[in-house]
């Protein structure tokens, strides 16, 4: 069974640009959780997407947006990248909505802002 | 704020039993204890949790006090590849939502 996967691995940017990095959450996840991994920051919750809508977020600016889309995997959009926002970008996906659904984690991407 | 308290590192030698601590004082009754590791720069990697009992599966065991307040993950025979930072995490539920809080973690260094 296939894991969680992100694309892309590696992105690189420059301020003020927009970045957009994608989550295909494991057969049969409705939740998606987006984590930032900022060096010496640790992880960081960002969003939780769950049968298509944002059910949560973290303590970060709106230009940090998201969406699920019907197949249940998820996109990540940071607009005016700044160079505080170069990171590793984890996905998680889940069962689902409540109880005690364990998270797992993809790889990340690799998001650098110059 | 994340609500455990783990070592910042340990060693352990390989081939031998690595038991990494975590203290969860304040704990509710309903929060589960969970345990992920991180090797460099990959996503964490889901190990093991528990609620009450001990747990164990193909990769550790999870020891868990009677009042809770902290547990001992077990990596019952630790090669060179066991080699992450371990983080032990408690359950968070916030208006009904649910989001894991990660700490600093312990970072475990198997020796040859």
């Known amino acids: 069974e296939a894991g969680v996967t992100q694309s892309p691995t590696h992105l690189i940017k420059t301020r003020g640009q927009q970045a957009t990095l994608r989550c295909s959450p494991i057969s049969g996840h409705t939740s998606v959780y987006w984590y930032q991994q900022a060096l010496g920051l640790g992880l960081q919750f960002l969003l939780w997407?769950?049968?298509?809508?944002?059910?949560n977020r973290g303590n970060f600016p709106p230009r940090f947006s998201g969406r699920q889309f019907p197949n249940y995997s998820s996109e990540l959009n940071v607009n005016a990248l700044e160079l505080e926002d170069s990171a590793l970008y984890l996905c998680?996906?889940?069962?689902?909505?409540?109880?005690?659904?364990?998270?797992?984690f993809g790889p990340g991407t690799r998001l650098t802002v110059l | 704020d994340a609500k455990t308290t783990q070592p910042t590192s340990m060693d352990c030698a390989e081939g031998r039993a690595a038991n990494l601590p975590c203290n969860h004082s304040?704990?509710?009754?309903?929060?589960?204890v969970y345990w992920y590791r991180q090797i460099h720069s990959q996503g964490p990697q889901y190990i093991i949790h528990?609620?009450?009992n001990n747990e164990t599966n193909e990769m550790a065991s999870l020891i868990i006090t009677e009042d809770r307040k902290s547990s001992t993950l077990i990596l019952p025979h630790a090669t060179l590849r066991d080699t992450a930072v371990y983080y032990c995490i408690v359950r968070v539920r916030s208006g009904g939502s649910e989001k894991l809080v990660f700490g600093k973690g312990t970072k475990l260094t198997v020796n040859p």
């Open positions: 304040t704990i509710s009754g309903n929060e589960y």
């Open positions: 997407y769950d049968e298509g809508e944002e059910r």
């Open positions: 998680a996906s889940s069962l689902g909505r409540g109880g005690t659904d364990t998270q797992y």
């Open positions: 528990g609620l009450k």
